[in-house]
């Protein structure tokens, strides 16, 4: 933000239409980072702030609403438990998967770019055309299988996925990583004897800071919603583990009952997320785009 | 184009026996004995254990197995379920009609809402590109089953207009079963298009033959359609191909969300209760459907744009 503020302070002529419309995504972006912080902080404190037991069901007060009884904001679910204290619960695995797809397939798709990158020729061409043939499994076919063969829960699908998506970044960041290698710096840093691995660690893949930080985000958007659609399956975390992509499904008799706020809350929290963290991410795509003069 | 067609096949191929090894495979990779896994954790009669280890092959060696299953799986023998207690290539028969009109309903919504509002929001700035662009990207990030739970709570359970569940029987029952359903899969990939087609035709506007045609005072109408459109419809054909076929793998969350009884749905259900022989079978009918059409696209972009095919013979 600081070097496009800049530019536009100086300038003589700023139409205040322009203003206006650099206020409304300032305020954009603010709203972005607040629900992504807001996200983080649940994630990590929520059991300690949540005001209830999570999994404490009254059933007698089952789909009382919202606002209808003392402390219970939100109201009950289908099983009598306070939706508030799910919700903010819930946040941590839901979080806790999409970070853990985030860091894998990152962690592996940055080395795979880099060798490809760095030694080129067949060894290149080889990982290009196992990288086509990965493109063949959809992800979410292969996060089912995989909860299929090692069972329910939140690891085999985050492996799964993590697999799934690996070869989408190599593929970006190898591009990246090829104009890097032809720079100037890397010969000269070659040309001063240091080993491969110092010059890929300490100045290649830092190069590539941006587009990394950009495409993590965009996979973290990507992994919530599939994780998010494989607990709803039931092949994922099991209830009565509060987590957003389970409460959408266990709410689901309370939808054709005529009481859908379970379900659509637990939506409405994956949606802010990832909407959240969508915009942040192109936005960083856009501008490592810009800084690199494409 | 010949040496492209002959290259996109053989990768093809590769792709189809690279995957249809790891779905084989992965009964392997399951903990505990293969037998336990193809029973489900059913305890099994020493006669049953034999018929399974006979038709399975179990007693062999791995890549046997494999050819003996793969050649099964060509002549239509996938196996037996046994959930459900009858073959599995009857099974995915029964079932891949509703998700073959279900992803054929969500791919025509695609196409013509998609594409038709990234032309309108190509085509005119403003109030109309603004807000095509905010519905879009809000509706990029609405996953299918939370798509498919709104749909529910308000079309089905609120407004009472259309059936929550099942498949419907005859053309305009199918029809009315299949709508929420096709909307709810059609909503994130819908905004895909929308945005792809939406930048495309700014960028063939922003083209120099299309200054010059409107400085040689060619109508507007005709400049879109002869200028613009023609060359803007190369990569949103592509973008509408790959998000259609993608389309196969994430019908199998629609079709839970509904209780729509196609392939989909089957496979979650045949997970969920550990019956391996129908999820290996439609995991294969699935892959081998995105694998196929995704080389479909590939082929097609190659004859509508010559040029693709001539990059890959200078390589």
């Known amino acids: ?294 | 184009m010949v040496k492209f067609t002959a290259r996109r096949a053989l990768m093809l191929l590769v792709a189809l026996v690279v995957s249809s090894f790891v779905i084989f495979i992965s009964l392997d990779l399951a903990p505990g004995n293969p037998l336990a896994t193809l029973s489900g954790g059913r305890t099994l009669s020493p006669a049953a254990q034999r018929v399974l280890t006979h038709e399975y092959h179990l007693d062999q060696p791995v890549m046997t197995r494999y050819w003996h299953w793969l050649t099964g799986a060509l002549h239509g023998n996938l196996g037996t379920s046994i959930s459900f207690r009858e073959p599995v290539a009857t099974l995915i028969g029964q079932r891949i009609g509703v998700t073959a009109e279900l992803v054929l309903y969500a791919g025509i919504l695609i196409v013509v809402f998609g594409v038709g509002l990234g032309l309108l929001a190509g085509l005119r700035r403003g109030v109309v590109d603004n807000s095509v662009i905010a519905v879009s990207t809000i509706l990029a990030a609405i996953p299918s089953f939370v798509a498919a739970i709104v749909l529910l709570a308000l079309f089905s359970v609120k407004l009472g207009w259309l059936p929550s569940f099942g498949d419907g029987s005859g053309f305009t029952g199918r029809i009315e079963h299949l709508t929420l359903p096709a909307i709810a899969l059609a909503a994130s990939a819908f905004a895909v298009v929308v945005r792809v087609t939406r930048v495309t035709v700014r960028a063939e506007l922003a083209q120099e033959h299309v200054q010059t045609a409107t400085s040689r005072g060619i109508p507007w109408r005709l400049i879109v359609r002869r200028h613009v459109l023609r060359n803007a419809s190369i990569p949103i054909t592509t973008v509408v191909g790959i998000t259609i076929t993608a389309l196969f793998a994430l019908a199998s969350v629609v079709e839970q969300a509904f209780n729509l009884s196609g392939i989909g749905a089957a496979l979650v259900q045949a997970a969920l209760s550990k019956d391996f022989a129908v999820v290996q079978g439609i995991s294969l009918v699935l892959v081998a459907a995105f694998v196929v059409a995704n080389a479909g696209v590939d082929l097609l972009y190659a004859v509508l744009d010559p040029r693709v095919a001539l990059g890959s013979r200078a390589q």
């Open chain 1, 1 to 294: 933000m600081s070097t496009s503020t800049g530019t536009v302070a100086s300038a003589p002529l700023v139409f205040p239409r322009t203003r206006r419309r650099l206020a409304a995504s300032r305020l954009v972006w603010g709203v972005c980072w607040a629900i992504v912080a807001i996200a983080v902080f649940l994630a990590i404190f929520g059991p300690l702030i949540a005001p209830h037991n999570p999994n404490y069901s009254q059933l007698q007060f089952q789909f009382v609403g919202p606002f209808k009884a003392q402390g219970y904001l939100l109201g009950f679910d289908s099983q009598g438990r306070d939706l508030l204290s799910r919700l903010v619960v819930g946040a941590r695995t839901s979080m806790l998967g999409p970070v853990l797809v985030m860091l894998m397939s990152m962690g592996a798709g940055v080395v795979v770019a880099v060798i490809s990158a760095w030694r080129g020729g067949w060894v290149d061409s080889a990982i290009g055309t196992v990288l086509d043939i990965m493109f063949a499994f959809p992800a979410i076919l292969l996060a089912i299988l995989t909860s299929a063969v090692f069972g329910a829960g939140l690891l085999a699908p985050t492996i799964a996925l993590a697999i799934a998506y690996m070869p989408y970044i190599a593929r970006v960041l190898r591009s990246a990583a090829v104009r890097e290698r032809a720079r100037d710096y890397i010969s000269a840093a070659e040309v001063q004897g240091l080993s491969t691995a110092a010059i890929c660690f300490k100045h290649l893949i830092p190069n590539l800071g941006g587009l990394v930080v950009a495409q993590g985000t965009l996979v973290f958007a990507w992994a919530m919603v599939d994780l998010a659609s494989i607990s709803f399956l039931g092949l994922g975390v099991q209830p009565p583990t509060a987590d957003w992509g389970v409460m959408v499904s266990t709410g689901e008799t309370g939808v054709l009952q005529g009481y859908p706020l379970e379900s659509l809350s637990a939506g409405l929290c994956i949606v802010l997320v990832v909407v959240a963290v969508n915009l942040l991410g192109e936005r960083m795509v856009a501008r490592n785009d810009e800084r690199e003069g494409r």
